[in-house]
């Protein structure tokens, strides 16, 4: 079964920091971008990073960039989301999808986790 697991949500208080984790199992993430996305309530989905199949390349929504950093670890078969500075309106459920191919910028996220929480308040 082809499977994606976030985990390392929590409540933080604002300017902390967290981990988020994105293990995968059925299949191998060797070969494929993987991106985050968070869904804030009453707000809609929107995308948060994402780096290639190499790690080579990543991207970050404006909101994110210089707090947040993605890496991977091929060998864990393993996505991370280091978050610093943490603000309230970070407070979100995260997911992370593979996408179709090698590149963040072609083809479409087939597979998705099941999202984990990440709260920021005092």
């Known amino acids: 079964q082809l499977q994606l697991v976030e985990s390392g949500g929590g409540l933080v208080q604002p300017g902390g920091s967290l981990r988020l984790s994105c293990a995968a199992s059925?299949?191998?993430?060797?070969?494929?971008?993987i991106g985050w996305f968070r869904q804030g309530p009453g707000k809609a989905r929107e995308g948060v990073s994402c780096?290639?199949?190499?790690?080579?390349?990543?991207n970050y929504a404006d909101s994110v960039k210089g707090r947040f950093t993605i890496s991977r670890d091929n060998a864990k078969n393993t996505v991370y989301l280091q978050m610093n500075s943490l603000k309230p309106e970070d407070t979100a459920v995260y997911y992370c999808?593979?996408?179709?191919?090698?590149?963040?910028?072609?083809?479409?996220?087939?597979?998705w986790g099941q999202g984990t929480q990440v709260t920021v308040s005092s």
């Open positions: 059925g299949f191998t993430l060797d070969y494929y971008a």
């Open positions: 999808a593979s996408r179709s191919g090698s590149s963040c910028f072609r083809g479409t996220y087939d597979y």
């Open positions: 780096i290639s199949s190499s790690g080579g390349s990543t």
